[in-house]
Antibody
Framework: QLQLQESGPGLVKPSETLSLTCTVS??????????WGWIRQPPGQGLEWIGC???????YYNPSLKSRVTISVDTSKNQFSLRLTSVTAADTAVYYC????????????WGKGTTVTVSS | EIVLTQSPATLSLSPGERATLSCRASQSLYNSLAWHQQKPGQAPRLLIY???KRATGIPARFSGSGSGTDYTLTISSLEPEDFAVYYCQQRSNWLITFGQGTRLEIK
C-alpha cells in the first residue's frame, strides 16, 4: 500500500522560500495512475489544495498560489517536492502530501503532515 | 470555482445516536463528492468517494448519499472514535476544494 511522508524545515523566515519533500513508499513515483499533490491547513482552519503533478512533468496549481508555487519530481529518490516562494505568516500551516487516482476525483492517501511556521 | 458549504458547523450528539452531516455545492457535482474524517493532531483520511462508495477499511456505519448539489454523510450509530471533524471535497477543472468542515462533538 502506498505511503507518503513529508520532510523539511519547520521554520522559515518571511520573504524566504519554503521547501518540502514527500517520500513515496510502497509504489513508484513514476506511476501513471496517480496525481501527486500538496494540501495545507493553517492552524485551526480548513484545508486548502496547493497543487499536483502528473507523470513527472504536468503540473496543476491553485490559482490563488500559482505565482509562488512549484511542484517537481525526483524519480531517483522516489520523491516529489514543493517550493513556495516569498512566504509570509499567512503561509504558516500543516503541509500534507497526498495523492489522487488518475480516474478519481478524490484525495485517496494522505501523508501524516509536517508543520511549517513562518517567523523571523 | 465550486464552493462547498457544510452544515451544521458543529453537531453535538451522544454515542449510539445517528449523525447526519450535509454538504451543499454551488454547482452540480454529478456525484463526484468525497468525505474525509480528521481527528485532532492527525491527517485527514478518506471515508467516502463518488458520493456513496466506502473507502477501504471504513466501517459500514458510515454511508454517503445525495446527488446534484446536495450530499449527506450519515453515521448510523456513533462510536466514541467517530467524534472528529468531517470535510467534504470535490474536484473540478483540476482544482480541488474542501468544505469548511463539520465538528462532531460529544454531547
Amino acid at each position: 500500500q502506498l505511503q507518503l511522508q513529508e520532510s523539511g524545515p519547520g521554520l522559515v523566515k518571511p520573504s524566504e522560500t519554503l521547501s518540502l519533500t514527500c517520500t513515496v513508499s510502497g509504489g513508484s513515483i513514476t506511476s501513471s495512475t496517480y496525481y501527486w499533490g500538496w494540501i495545507r491547513q493553517p492552524p485551526g482552519q480548513g484545508l486548502e489544495w496547493i497543487g499536483c503533478i502528473y507523470y513527472g512533468d504536468t503540473t496543476y496549481y491553485n490559482p490563488s498560489l500559482k505565482s509562488r508555487v512549484t511542484i517537481s519530481v525526483d524519480t531517483s529518490k522516489n520523491q516529489f517536492s514543493l517550493r513556495l516562494t516569498s512566504v509570509t505568516a499567512a503561509d504558516t500551516a500543516v503541509y500534507y502530501c497526498a495523492l489522487r487516482p488518475l480516474f478519481g476525483n478524490y484525495v485517496d492517501v494522505w501523508g501524516k503532515g509536517t508543520t511549517v511556521t513562518v517567523s523571523s | 470555482e465550486i464552493v462547498l458549504t457544510q452544515s451544521p458547523a458543529t453537531l453535538s450528539l451522544s454515542p449510539g445516536e445517528r449523525a447526519t452531516l450535509s454538504c451543499r455545492a454551488s454547482q452540480s457535482l454529478y456525484n463526484s463528492l468525497a468525505w474525509h474524517q480528521q481527528k485532532p493532531g492527525q491527517a485527514p483520511r478518506l471515508l467516502i468517494y463518488d458520493a456513496s462508495k466506502r473507502a477501504t477499511g471504513i466501517p459500514a456505519r458510515f454511508s454517503g448519499s445525495g446527488s446534484g448539489t446536495d450530499y449527506t454523510l450519515t453515521i448510523s450509530s456513533l462510536e466514541p472514535e467517530d467524534f472528529a471533524v468531517y470535510y467534504c471535497q470535490q474536484r473540478s477543472n483540476w482544482l480541488i476544494t474542501f468544505g469548511q468542515g463539520t465538528r462532531l462533538e460529544i454531547k
